[in-house]
């Protein structure tokens, strides 16, 4: 009877404490095993080069590659090796980058040991696996009604919102008038069914309508 190989991880965070956790959980599990260890996203993509591993345990928040763009990467170049976002963010923008980028998977970092290995498994299998909590935000996004898109002046009124101009101050920004702002919000008000100013910002934040200042 042939012996079963394990399945070969890479762990990829920035933050020494915790990917020194996630080594140590899955350190003793049998039929994994950790082939090397990355803080930021190039890191990782030479690592991924260098052990053509099975999974790829991936943070969404790094130093010199985020782990949007490394997801994007390792699966451009290596398709074969499934990445896993593990992340302690759960915003509806994080969710549909990370997804979108390629991961087959997207986990929190308070997912147990067992759900950790259990998820690895599955992943190598070409299973998608997702932490329940974002499994419910991707399901009610897309029972969401559909929302007509933002203008390009919209966007422009809404970014200067952010920069905490008043409606006269955005006006001069963008040289109309204080009526045509109050106009755009109350549309854009609309179409992201929020009743103010701070709450359409959010939204369009965590919609990735709109990047952080």
């Known amino acids: 009877m042939s012996e079963v190989t394990a399945l070969r991880v890479v762990v990829v965070d920035d933050h020494t404490v915790m990917r020194a956790g996630v080594v140590a959980l899955l350190a ?12 930021d996203g190039r890191a990782a993509l030479d690592l991924v080069e260098r052990h053509d591993p099975d999974v790829a345990l991936v943070d969404l928040r790094m130093p010199v590659l ?9 699966v451009a170049r290596h398709p074969r090796t499934r990445v ?3 992340t302690t963010y759960d915003t509806d923008a994080d969710i ?6 390629g ?34 935000k991707l399901v009610a996004r897309l029972r969401r009604p559909v929302q007509e898109a933002l203008t390009a002046r919209e966007t422009d009124v ?5 920069d905490g101009l008043t ?30 100013r701070t709450r359409a910002v959010v939204v369009a934040m965590e919609r990735g309508l709109l990047r952080p200042p």
């Not at 003793?28 to 803080?39: F, H, L, S, T, Y």
């Not at 498994?121 to 932490?131: D, I, M, S, W």
């Open 103 to 136: 991961a087959i998977g997207y986990l929190l970092k308070d997912t147990t040991r067992e759900q950790l290995v259990d998820a690895i498994r599955a992943a190598a299998r070409g299973e998608t696996v997702l932490a329940p909590r974002v499994a419910q």
């Open 28 to 39: 003793g599990e049998d039929g994994i095993e950790i082939v090397g260890e990355a803080a």
């Open 158 to 162: 809404l970014g200067a919102v952010a």
């Open 66 to 74: 985020d782990g949007v763009t490394t997801t994007t990467e390792i």
């Open 96 to 101: 549909e980058r990370g997804v979108e980028a």
């Open 84 to 86: 896993l976002i593990l």
């Open 167 to 196: 409606n006269a101050e955005i006006g001069r920004r963008l040289v109309i008038s204080e009526a045509t702002v109050k106009t755009h919000l109350l549309r854009l008000f609309a179409k992201l069914d929020v009743n103010d």
